[in-house]
Nanobody
Framework: VQLQASGGGLVQAGGSLRLSCAAS????????IGWFRQAAGKEREFVAA????????VYADSVKGRFTISRDAAKNTVYLQMNSLKPEETAVYYC???????????????????WGQGTEVTVSS
């Protein structure tokens, strides 16, 4: 499956953005979609993930209560709603997918097979 991430941009601290991750084909229920981010000079880190078919999403502690991952099945798209953004969250955000990934591996970027190209988010102070 091919993924295309979009929705990044420039926002002030405290503002909101919604990122989109569109899949090139319909996803089976076993797929997991994850969001990761990589700030300049830092390693890529896990942000959020959910199974395509539903179930409880998983979030990094740093974004709990502010970010929400959701999907629109009709559009083959997963969203990442980001509220109360902080300057330190400036990064390139990537979506990734893997079929059959179990919950304990959701946070592990090495387990994901398909990656989108990334969308840049800049949070100004």
């Amino acid at each position: 499956v091919q993924l295309q991430a979009s929705g990044g941009g420039l926002v002030q601290a405290g503002g909101s953005l919604r990122l989109s991750c569109a899949a090139s084909e319909g996803l089976s229920s076993s797929y997991v979609i994850g969001w990761f981010r990589q700030a300049a000079g830092k390693e890529r880190e896990f942000v959020a993930a959910r199974r395509w078919s539903g179930g409880s999403p998983v979030y990094a502690d740093s974004v709990k209560g502010r970010f929400t991952i959701s999907r629109d099945a009709a559009k083959n798209t997963v969203y990442l709603q980001m509220n109360s953004l902080k300057p330190e969250e400036t990064a390139v955000y990537y979506c990734a997918a893997r079929s059959g990934l179990i919950l304990s591996y959701y946070r592990n970027e090495n387990e994901y097979v398909s990656w989108g190209q990334g969308t840049e988010v800049t949070v100004s102070s």
